[in-house]
Nanobody, 119 residues
Framework: QVQLVESGGGLVQPGGSLRLSCVAS????????MGWYRQAPGQQRELVAQ???????NYAESVKGRFTISRDNAKNAVYLQMNNLKPEDTAVYYC?????????????WGQGAQVTVSS
C-alpha cells in the first residue's frame, strides 16, 4: 500500500496564492505519474495537473499559466503552486500517484485538501 498525505489547503482571497504538498510513503517501489485532481460540490473530479516520472507535465486549460506542478523524486513528493486564484478554483484537491510494481500499475489517492477562494 501507498499512503499519500496532503497539506497546504485553506482559505484565500481572489488573486492570492496557495501551495499544496503531497508526500507518499509505504510500499512505494516505483512511482509513475503523480498529479492533482479537484472536485467541486456537485461536479465530477477533474484533472488539474500531472507530472510523469520523466518530468513531463500537463495542465487543465483552466489553470494554465496560473498553477505549476513540481515533484521531488528523492522525497516522493509532488507540489502544486497555485497563483492568481479565482473563486472557481474552490474545490477539494486530491493528490494522485501511480505505483509501478512488476509491470502492475496501482492508483492511489490522498485524503483531499480543501481550497476555498473567497473574499
Amino acid at each position: 500500500q501507498v499512503q499519500l498525505v496532503e497539506s497546504g489547503g485553506g482559505l484565500v482571497q481572489p488573486g492570492g496564492s496557495l501551495r499544496l504538498s503531497c508526500v507518499a510513503s509505504g510500499s512505494i517501489f516505483t512511482l509513475g505519474a503523480m498529479g492533482w485532481y479537484r472536485q467541486a460540490p456537485g461536479q465530477q473530479r477533474e484533472l488539474v495537473a500531472q507530472s510523469t516520472s520523466g518530468g513531463s507535465t500537463n495542465y487543465a486549460e483552466s489553470v494554465k499559466g496560473r498553477f505549476t506542478i513540481s515533484r521531488d523524486n528523492a522525497k516522493n513528493a509532488v507540489y502544486l503552486q497555485m497563483n492568481n486564484l479565482k473563486p472557481e478554483d474552490t474545490a477539494v484537491y486530491y493528490c494522485n500517484a501511480v505505483r509501478v510494481r512488476g509491470g502492475t500499475f496501482s492508483n492511489y489517492w490522498g485524503q483531499g485538501a480543501q481550497v476555498t477562494v473567497s473574499s
